[in-house]
Every structure is written in structure tokens, then in C-alpha cells.
T-cell receptor, first 113, second 114 residues
């Protein structure tokens, strides 16, 4: 079955520290991969996407993610976290043969000053 | 930057009543979607819509649900007879095409069924 796993429910980091949020997927077709961020009371904002090509993709707000087919992973990284990055982060997977996105359960990021 | 807009932001409805959630997708987008997120759970796909018809739907999207594009700008989700378990955040999304393009989401409508 198709699925997306975000193993970390809640992560706390200090401002200025580096960040890595994990995402693993199980998908039979060639996946399209996305990271979205949701601030409290807000919708889902697209951070970055991977469709093909270079496996390291750059997104907005200084985020990047690396697609590793051998590990079925698409981890999100940021070298230095800002307090405004505190939010919930969702990994999602889609494919050419379907309209729907399948979302992970999300990782809540808390940033301490 | 163009946005997907949803109204209302919060809807409170009695169980058994009909509710219509409204969305204005990004103007040049061709594909429209509804997702829902029950509190504490994953965001789940409900339905996609293209060329004035449903393109794909999930098991959740049963006969109680319907979608419509009543004019050139709005996209609506109707729940005919609401149940307590319909309480959730409902997100509308749109994309230029169905694949190879990301879906852009609105801020959601929180639906509370009493």
C-alpha cells in the first residue's frame, strides 16, 4: 500500500541549530515528492518539490531536501533554524497516474531562542 | 502571489444539516481538489475535479458528498447530511495540471458538527 512515514512527531531545536526532518515513503510508481509547512491557523504552504533530475532540491525559506531512492527517503534540511520556522511540516507523495497526494502525519517543530 | 481562498474560515452546523464549503482556486489552474484533516490525523484526499467532472475520488467521498463548479471562479464541496465524524478542517487546492505540478492549498475551513 502507498504510504508516507514521518517518524518524528515532535522535534525541538534551538534557534541557529541545524535541522533534519525525516520522511520515508512506500510507493509503487515513480514518486513526486513534496514538503509542505503549516503554521497555526494557516493552510499548507509548499516548501519544495521533487519530480525528477537533481536529487537535491532547493526550496523557499532556506530549506532543501534530498531524494534517496535506495532508502525511499526525502528528508528536509535547513542549516540554521529561525524562530519563525516553528510550524508543522508535512511530507507528501504523488505520482503520474493519480491526482491525489498522500500525506505523512506531520512533524511539529518547536524552536527555542 | 495568487492564492487559493476558502470561505468561511469556520462553520458550525447541526448534525443532519447540509453544509457548503466554498473555494476560489487560482485563476489559471485547471485541476481542483478537496482534502480534509480530522484533528490530530493526516491530511486525506477526498476528490479531484477537472473539466467539470470528478477525476478521482477516495473511499471517504461517498454519496453524502458532492462537488460543483457553479461558475468560472468558485469550487464548492457540499455535505448533504452532516455527521459528527465530518468535523474536520477541509482544504481546497488547485494546480495547473494534475501531474508534474504542485497543488496549492487554501487556508482551510474548520467544520464543526454539533
Amino acid at each position: 500500500a502507498q504510504s508516507v512515514t514521518q517518524p518524528d512527531i515532535h522535534i525541538t531545536v534551538s534557534e541557529g541549530a541545524s535541522l533534519e526532518l525525516r520522511c520515508n515513503y512506500s510507493y509503487g510508481a515513480t514518486p513526486y515528492l513534496f514538503w509542505y509547512v503549516q503554521s497555526p491557523g494557516q493552510g499548507l504552504q509548499l516548501l519544495l518539490k521533487y519530480f525528477s533530475g537533481d536529487t537535491l532540491v532547493q526550496g523557499i525559506k532556506g530549506f532543501e531536501a534530498e531524494f534517496k531512492r535506495s532508502q525511499s527517503s526525502f528528508n528536509l534540511r535547513k542549516p540554521s533554524v529561525h524562530w519563525s520556522d516553528a510550524a508543522e511540516y508535512f511530507c507528501a507523495v504523488g505520482a503520474r497516474n493519480t491526482d491525489k497526494l498522500i500525506f505523512g502525519t506531520g512533524t511539529r517543530l518547536q524552536v527555542f531562542p | 502571489e495568487p492564492e487559493v481562498t476558502q470561505t468561511p474560515s469556520h462553520q458550525v452546523t447541526q448534525m443532519g444539516q447540509e453544509v457548503i464549503l466554498r473555494c476560489v482556486p487560482i485563476s489559471n489552474h485547471l485541476y481542483f481538489y478537496w482534502y480534509r484533516q480530522i484533528l490530530g490525523q493526516k491530511v486525506e484526499f477526498l476528490v479531484s475535479f477537472y473539466n467539470n467532472e470528478i477525476s478521482e475520488k477516495s473511499e471517504i467521498f461517498d454519496d453524502q458528498f458532492s462537488v460543483e463548479r457553479p461558475d468560472g471562479s468558485n469550487f464548492t464541496l457540499k455535505i448533504r447530511s452532516t455527521k459528527l465524524e465530518d468535523s474536520a478542517m477541509y482544504f481546497c487546492a488547485s494546480s495547473p495540471q494534475v501531474s508534474n505540478q504542485p497543488q496549492h492549498f487554501g487556508d482551510g475551513t474548520r467544520l464543526s458538527i454539533l
